[in-house]
């Protein structure tokens, strides 16, 4: 029988929860469910105003994957959803995680959360910018500390303070919170700052995607500041062979990484660490601390 769990006032079926999702740490489906109650906080605050995207994969990593942006079937009436137009359905709709109920309901479907730069009620407006720092072998997290920390001087020439999150999975992510934008400003002045880091790191970096490129350098994918783009919401779990976790990092933790597993972090971490730092990245969802793009 389904266990029904009350949380804050809704009714909510949590299911399989001995089912082990990840066979190489042997993590079950009930511990991936207490990891986002346990940073719900957090959690919460990055996903709060903004249309989520699920990248569901309900038998673990090594089972089926897709990626969905509708609100999937069967979901409850009291979830809030918030129009986001597409080119395909100018009608369509996402769902917005608004509180602890509706983050328990879409973790049961075992998901990464993932979130555009902008809230519901001011689409393609950014108040976020974002580059995704990808490595290509051998190059790993070392190389990409490394570019990091030649971003974060360019973006405080510009007047731009940035924040670190590692990517969940092999690189790192950096985020300025910036007054809302039109997206494709953003796009384009992030191409800028990729090209320049491209210029000034040439045996380390490429901005450009083709794969032929990427092997030892690490890619400074600017192109998820488009509108239609997302990025793995800060502190969600990532559907890989260990359940690691997209985690923000100090900045003293970037400078001294020596090694991938510096900048590591499974479910069993994080909480910890909040509990000790609070949340490196709520810098971002202060106003006064918005920067203005160039």
């Not at 190489?24 to 940073?39: D, N, P």
Request: hydrophobic residues 45%.
């Amino acid at each position: 029988m389904t266990p029904i769990t009350e949380v804050e006032g809704r009714r909510i079926a949590l299911s399989n929860l001995e089912k082990v999702l990840y066979p190489a740490t042997g993590t079950t489906k009930g511990e991936l469910l207490h990891y986002c109650a346990s940073v719900a906080d957090p959690l919460l605050a990055h996903l709060r105003g903004r249309p989520v995207s699920f990248l569901r994969f309900p038998d673990g990593p090594g089972g089926q994957r897709f990626f969905t942006k509708n609100p999937p079937p069967g979901t409850p009436s009291w979830v809030n959803t918030a129009e986001v137009p597409r080119s395909d359905d100018k009608a369509a709709r996402q769902v917005v995680v608004a509180d602890l109920a509706t983050l328990m309901w879409a973790a049961n479907l075992v998901v990464e959360f993932h979130t555009p730069q902008w809230r519901a009620d001011a689409p393609a407006q950014a108040d976020r910018l974002v580059f995704d720092l990808d490595p290509g072998a051998p190059a790993g997290v070392v190389e990409c500390c490394a570019v990091a920390l030649w971003l974060r001087g360019r973006l405080a020439d510009d007047g731009l303070r940035a924040y670190a999150k590692t990517s969940g999975s092999k690189g790192l992510h950096l985020l300025v919170a910036l007054e809302p934008t039109p997206s494709e400003q953003v796009s384009a002045y992030a191409k800028v700052l990729a090209k320049e880091a491209e210029a000034a790191l040439p045996e380390l970096v490429t901005h450009k995607m083709a794969k032929a490129l990427r092997p030892g350098k690490v890619f400074v994918d600017f192109s998820q500041n488009a509108a239609a783009k997302t990025t793995a919401t800060p502190y969600t779990v990532r559907a890989k062979e260990r359940p690691t976790v997209s985690a923000p990092v100090a900045w003293a933790e970037v400078e001294s990484c020596g090694a991938p597993d510096d900048l590591t972090f499974l479910i069993d971490d994080v909480a910890a660490r909040v509990e000790r730092d609070g949340d490196l990245l709520a810098p971002l969802m202060d106003p006064g601390r918005a920067g203005r793009l160039p």
